[in-house]
């Protein structure tokens, strides 16, 4: 049996994170979409065409609310009501609408606070990011011309100075390729990923074969699900989204070692169902660079995605925002927990299939 919706509103359902459920006149269940699938932990197959009774317990605080709905023409909304699923309580804004219709007349819509305020730290984390980007983009455009103008000063020079001074000369002109660099990778963000198909485990070993070279002492572990799948990815740029993370976490254990043996683990695994930036993903890459250093204050958290931010002297505090610019341009996110003894960066990447 099809599901009672139109093919085009079956898959718009189907990619939300808010959890939707289908009733007719007698209050059975016609339709369940994966957000509501996960929410009351059941499946559609399971429920089709029966009672809702079968998966939201109060049935009599439902009834009062679609009774409400009905005596309006419109949606009742109703904000943090608590419901009980299977003997948990769940804080959910929850949503009753009319709709006329041969197949159903009742959509359910639940929210659930969690993901409220996941959503509230995700839209913050992107007004941020954004507004940073487009000062570094500004800051890069206005250093980059007299930067230029710059060296090209010293190199005229250094034919005409003495040997004493041609060593002054060449600091000059190094210095500046170096805030030529810089001032580049300031300004790639913003151009447009070149998408090819990758393994994210050569990508990983890549990184992890480079800095064992520099950092012998740290062990490096590998956590692989070596089923995953090729992603479609913008090499150069998940590669440098990995290693500034990876880096970050080796200067960190040098620099104050937290326990007798520094170690970085990285862990690869395929998850279903996963909601972040306002969207059901029904397939998703999770990479987890995890280590056992003395962790990030809980105040400094938010603090470490910001540009020119760094805990370190020689730090360019652009590491850490270029992670995350990249990320977000493969429609991705970063996650980070910490506490002594570890702490834990989380990307997660949609897999198309």
């Known amino acids: 049996m099809s599901p009672p919706i139109k093919e085009k509103e079956n898959n718009e359902l189907e990619q939300l994170a808010t959890s939707v459920v289908l009733l007719d006149k007698n209050l059975n269940i016609k339709y369940l979409n994966p957000s509501a699938e996960i929410l009351f932990q059941i499946s559609l197959k399971k429920v089709r065409d029966k009672q809702i009774s079968?998966?939201?317990?109060?049935?009599?605080?439902?009834?009062?609310?679609?009774?409400?709905?009905?005596?309006?023409?419109?949606?009742?909304?109703?904000?943090?009501?608590?419901?009980?699923?299977?003997?948990?309580?769940k804080t959910v804004t929850f949503t009753v609408t009319p709709y006329d219709d041969e197949d159903y007349e009742f959509i359910l819509e639940f929210i659930e606070m969690d993901q409220v305020?996941?959503?509230?730290?995700?839209?913050?984390?992107?007004?941020?990011?954004?507004?940073?980007?487009?000062?570094?983009?500004?800051?890069?455009?206005?250093?980059?011309?007299?930067?230029?103008?710059?060296?090209?000063?010293a190199q005229l020079l250094s034919d005409e100075v003495n040997e004493d001074l041609s060593e002054y000369i060449q600091i000059i002109i190094s210095e500046s390729e170096r805030l030529q660099r810089l001032m580049d990778s300031l300004l790639s963000p913003h151009k447009i990923p070149k998408f090819e198909k990758n393994n994210i485990h050569e990508?990983?070993?890549?990184?992890?074969?480079?800095?064992?070279?520099?950092?012998?002492?740290?062990?490096?572990?590998?956590?692989?699900?070596?089923?995953?799948?090729?992603?479609?990815?913008?090499?150069?740029?998940?590669?440098?989204?990995?290693?500034n993370i990876v880096k970050?976490?080796?200067?960190?254990?040098?620099?104050?070692?937290?326990?007798?043996?520094?170690?970085?683990?990285?862990?690869?695994?395929?998850?279903?169902?996963?909601?972040?930036?306002?969207?059901?993903?029904?397939?998703?890459?999770?990479?987890?660079?995890?280590?056992?250093?003395?962790?990030?204050?809980?105040?400094?958290?938010?603090?470490?995605?910001?540009?020119?931010?760094?805990?370190?002297?020689?730090?360019?505090?652009l590491g850490l925002p270029l992670s995350q610019n990249f990320i977000t341009l493969h429609n991705g996110i970063i996650d980070v927990n910490s506490r002594p003894g570890e702490t834990e960066f989380k990307i997660l990447l949609p897999i198309q299939n």
């Open 248 to 317: 970050n976490a080796c200067e960190a254990l040098t620099s104050s070692p937290f326990e007798e043996k520094n170690k970085i683990k990285f862990v690869t695994r395929s998850e279903r169902k996963v909601i972040f930036h306002k969207k059901l993903h029904h397939t998703v890459l999770n990479i987890s660079i995890i280590d056992n250093g003395h962790g990030i204050p809980k105040e400094k958290i938010e603090e470490i995605f910001f540009p020119l931010v760094s805990g370190k002297d020689s730090g360019t505090g």
């Open 117 to 153: 305020l996941q959503v509230a730290k995700e839209e913050r984390m992107i007004l941020q990011q954004k507004a940073n980007s487009e000062l570094l983009r500004n800051l890069a455009h206005e250093i980059r011309n007299p930067l230029g103008g710059i060296k090209g000063s």
């Open 203 to 243: 990508i990983l070993e890549k990184i992890r074969s480079t800095l064992k070279l520099e950092y012998s002492e740290i062990e490096f572990i590998r956590d692989y699900d070596i089923s995953i799948p090729l992603i479609s990815c913008d090499y150069e740029k998940i590669y440098q989204s990995l290693f």
């Open 54 to 89: 079968l998966i939201f317990e109060d049935i009599d605080y439902l009834k009062y609310r679609i009774e409400k709905s009905v005596q309006r023409s419109s949606t009742y909304k109703e904000h943090e009501c608590q419901i009980k699923i299977k003997d948990v309580i």
